[in-house]
C-alpha cells in the first residue's frame, strides 16, 4: 500500500470477506488507516464500501479476514465492541435521536448520573456546552429537540457524540451529502481539526467531488473487491473516476486484486 | 472587506418559554377535561359526589391504569402488546389452580404476579429474539393465553378465595382510599421516575425514534424490549391479583377487551402511537378521565355495550386528532 505512511496502523483490515446468501459483498479486500490521516474509501452503489465499515463498525459479522487495532488483532461482534476500540460510526441518516436534545444525543448510552442513579441532565448540558462551543459556537439550540436543528446542526451533534469519548478512529458515512456549501465547510474545517488531534478517519462516498480534497488517500472499490489505493496527491479527479467506473489503475496508484488485468 | 466589529449575539436556546409551552401541553388539555368531566358529573347525578361514591369510581379504572403505566413504556418504544387481559386471564386462572392445591394468599399473590412475567417474558422473547413484529406476536398470545384458561376451566370458576386474599381488591388503607388506589399511585410516581429520569427510560424514548442510532451508541435495544414485555406482563399479573381479589372468582373470559381501554388510556394520555413520545403525568390523567367518564356513564344507567362505543370513539378521535391538527397547520404554512 501507499509507502510513505510508516509505523503501526490505526487500522488495519486484512482479506476481509462478507457474503450474503451465496453473494461476496466484500470479497478479500484490505484497507489501512494510519493516526491523523483521512482515507476515502470509493465506490459505487453496490461496490461494498459500507458493508466493509459496518464490519469495522460492528454492524455486520464477517465471513474471513483479520482486523488489526494498534497492530493487535480485534475481536468486533457487534457495535459496543467496536466502541471499546474507539471506533465510532457517523451515518448522514441515521446519526442522531430526533426526539431528544443534543445533550441527550451526545451522551446517549454513557448519560451522566447523578448520586442517586437519576440522569444529571445539567452537568450533561453543561459539558455539551463546552464540547459545542468548541466545535460550533454558533450553536445554541440545547433545550430543543434535535428534530427542531438544520442539517449542519444535527452533523455537528454527530460529531461531537463521536469525539466527546475520545474516539481514535471515525467512521463519517456520506458527511456532506445533506449539506449546503456553508455547513460542508464546517464540516471539513472540524475534519482537519480532528486530524490534528490524531484521530483517524474514513471516508464514504460514492461522490468523489465531496471528499477528493478532504482525503489524504483514496481506497477504490468494485463488486467487492478493491481495484486499488492512491494518494490524492499522486492522483488526478479523472483518474480516480476511471478507477471507480471501469476498475482502471492509474499509474500513481497501486493496484489491488479488483484491478481490470491489461491483457 | 470592511471590518464589522465584533459583537455577540443573543441566541435563545430555546423558542418558547417553558411555562408557555406547558400551558399549550396536551397534559393541561387533559386536566381540563378531567376537571370538566368531574364537574358535569356532579350536576348529572346526586349520588357522584359522595367520598365513598368517588372511592367507587377508583376501582373503575386503577387495575387498567396499572397496565396502562407500563404499557405507555412499551408504546413509546415502538411496540405494543395486545396480550394484557389475556394474560389477566391466564394468571387468575393459574391462581385458582393453586387454589386447588392449598396454596395460601402469599402464593396465590406470587402465582399470579410470576404467571404475569412468564406470560410477558414469552411474548418478549418472541418480538427480540427471533424479530417478529409485536402486534402480530401479541394477537397471537392474547388468543393463546386466553385459549389456555378455558382449556384449563371450562366454563367453570374457580372460587373459594381465602378472606386474607380479599384484601388486595377490596381492602381500604385508610377510610376511604383503597389499597388498589394506593397501589396505583405509588406506581405512577415510579413509573414516572423510571421513564423521565433515569437513563433507561431516556433509552426507551430514543429507541422509539431511532433504533439504530440507539444501537450504535451502546444502548442494547433488544434487551430493553424484552424487559418492557416483562414489565407489562408482571402488570398484568399484578391487575390478575387485584380483579381476582375483588371479583373473588376466577372465568376465563375475566377482563374481556381490558386491552382496547388500556390502549386507549395510553393514546389518550397523549403518547405516540408511533413511538418515541408520551409521558407517565398524561397517562395518569387519562386514566382519571377514563374511570370518571365511565363511572359518570354507569350511575346514569348507561349500558356497558354503549360505554364500549364511546371508548372506541373516543380512541379513533385522540388518534385522529393530533393528526388533523397537524395537516391543517401545515396547510395554514403553505
Given amino acids: 500500500m501507499s509507502s510513505e505512511t510508516s509505523g503501526t496502523p490505526l487500522v488495519e483490515i486484512k482479506d476481509l470477506s462478507i457474503a450474503f446468501g451465496g453473494i461476496k459483498a466484500v470479497d478479500q479486500a484490505s484497507v489501512d488507516l494510519f493516526p491523523g490521516e483521512v482515507v476515502a474509501i470509493l465506490g459505487h452503489n453496490g461496490a461494498g464500501k459500507s458493508t466493509l465499515i459496518k464490519v469495522l463498525s460492528g454492524a455486520y459479522k464477517r465471513d474471513g479476514g483479520q482486523i488489526f487495532v494498534n497492530g493487535e488483532e480485534a475481536d468486533i461482534n457487534n457495535p459496543r465492541d467496536a466502541k471499546q476500540y474507539g471506533i465510532e460510526t457517523i451515518y448522514q441518516t441515521l446519526a442522531v435521536a430526533d426526539n431528544v436534545d443534543a445533550a441527550a444525543n451526545l451522551y446517549l448510552g454513557r448519560e451522566i448520573l447523578t448520586s442517586f442513579g437519576t440522569l444529571d441532565d445539567a452537568a450533561m448540558e453543561a459539558e455539551a456546552r463546552k464540547v459545542m462551543g468548541r466545535l460550533n459556537p454558533n450553536f445554541q439550540r440545547f433545550k430543543e429537540p434535535v428534530s427542531k436543528l438544520s442539517g449542519g446542526q444535527r452533523q455537528s451533534v454527530a460529531i461531537a457524540r463521536a469525539i466527546l469519548f475520545n474516539a481514535r478512529i471515525l467512521i463519517m458515512d456520506e458527511p456532506t451529502a445533506a449539506l449546503g456549501p456553508q455547513e460542508t465547510e464546517q464540516v471539513s474545517e472540524l475534519i482537519q481539526q480532528l486530524k490534528k488531534e490524531g484521530i483517524g478517519i474514513f471516508l464514504i462516498s460514492h461522490d468523489i467531488h465531496d471528499v477528493f480534497d478532504l482525503a489524504d488517500r483514496v481506497a477504490v472499490m468494485k463488486n467487492g473487491q478493491m481495484v486499488g489505493y492512491a494518494r490524492t496527491e499522486d492522483v488526478s479527479k479523472d483518474e480516480v473516476l476511471g478507477m471507480i467506473i471501469m476498475g482502471k489503475c492509474p499509474a500513481g496508484a497501486v493496484a489491488g486484486p479488483g484491478a481490470m488485468q491489461e491483457a | ?334
Fill in chain 2, 1 to 334: 472587506m470592511t471590518k464589522v466589529p465584533l459583537t455577540t449575539r443573543q441566541i435563545p436556546d430555546r423558542l418558547t418559554h417553558p411555562f408557555q409551552s406547558a400551558l399549550f401541553s396536551w397534559q393541561s388539555l387533559l386536566l381540563l377535561v378531567a376537571v370538566t368531566i368531574f364537574i358535569v358529573n356532579c350536576f348529572a347525578t346526586p349520588y357522584f359526589l359522595s367520598p365513598w361514591s368517588l372511592s367507587d369510581a377508583t376501582f373503575n379504572f386503577t387495575e387498567k391504569a396499572l397496565i396502562a403505566l407500563a404499557m405507555a413504556l412499551v408504546i413509546i418504544s415502538g411496540e405494543i402488546d395486545l396480550s394484557v387481559a389475556a394474560i389477566i386471564a391466564f394468571a387468575s386462572t393459574m391462581m385458582g389452580l393453586a387454589l386447588q392445591f392449598g396454596v395460601g394468599t402469599p402464593g396465590l399473590v406470587a402465582v399470579g404476579i410470576l404467571t404475569g412475567l412468564i406470560c410477558g417474558a414469552f411474548n418478549g422473547v418472541l418480538v427480540t429474539g427471533l424479530g417478529l413484529p409485536s402486534i402480530v406476536v401479541t394477537i397471537g398470545t392474547m388468543s393463546f393465553f386466553r385459549g389456555l384458561s378455558f382449556i384449563v376451566l371450562g366454563d367453570q370458576a374457580y372460587k373459594g378465595y381465602p378472606t386474607s386474599f380479599a384484601f388486595f381488591g377490596q381492602g381500604y388503607v385508610w377510610w376511604v382510599i383503597s389499597f388498589e388506589f394506593v397501589l396505583f399511585l405509588i406506581m405512577a410516581v415510579l413509573f414516572y421516575i423510571l421513564l423521565h429520569r433515569t437513563n433507561f427510560g431516556r433509552w426507551i424514548f430514543v429507541i422509539g425514534n431511532n433504533p439504530i442510532a440507539a444501537e450504535f451508541s451502546g444502548v442494547r435495544v433488544r434487551r430493553i424490549k424484552l424487559v418492557l414485555f416483562c414489565l407489562t406482563g408482571i402488570m398484568s399479573g399484578v391487575a390478575a391479583v387485584l380483579l381476582t381479589s375483588r371479583l373473588g372468582s376466577t372465568r376465563p373470559s375475566i377482563a374481556q377487551g381490558w386491552e382496547l381501554e388500556v390502549i386507549t388510556m395510553v393514546v389518550l394520555g397523549g403518547v405516540s402511537i408511533l413511538g418515541g413520545a408520551g409521558s407517565i403525568i398524561g397517562v395518569v390523567l387519562a386514566a382519571f378521565i377514563m374511570g370518571l367518564v365511565t363511572f359518570g356513564l354507569g350511575l346514569l344507567n348507561v349500558p356497558g355495550i354503549v360505554m364500549s362505543i364511546v371508548i372506541g370513539g373516543l380512541l379513533i378521535a385522540v388518534i385522529a386528532l393530533p393528526i388533523l391538527a397537524k395537516r391543517l397547520q401545515q396547510r395554514n404554512i403553505k
